[in-house]
């Protein structure tokens, strides 16, 4: 077996309220930034021991479907790189 690291993105859909990605966006602003749009997220960094870089990838799926992630608010995204 070999260690992969799977890095889970979890964001906020679009059209659903993001209150922190706003504050921030203001806080920007005010600082000269100018921005059309931001969005906070959450990133995950599991280690996991699997055959190959599919079965990690698949296996981190799982955990951002059954915990990580609420698919009725959120989209995530799952990358496997080799530890």
Excluded at 29 to 57: I, P, T
């Amino acid at each position: 077996m070999t260690t992969y690291t799977a890095t889970v993105t979890v964001r906020l859909k679009r059209g659903v309220l993001d209150p922190e990605a706003e504050t921030t966006k203001r806080a920007l602003e005010r600082l000269g930034f100018e921005l059309e749009s931001l969005r906070s997220a959450d990133q995950f960094e599991v280690d996991v021991d699997a055959d190959s870089a599919g079965e990690a990838e698949d296996r981190a799926d799982e955990m951002a479907q059954r915990l990580l992630a609420n698919p009725t608010i959120h989209d995530y995204d799952v990358e496997v790189a080799e530890a």
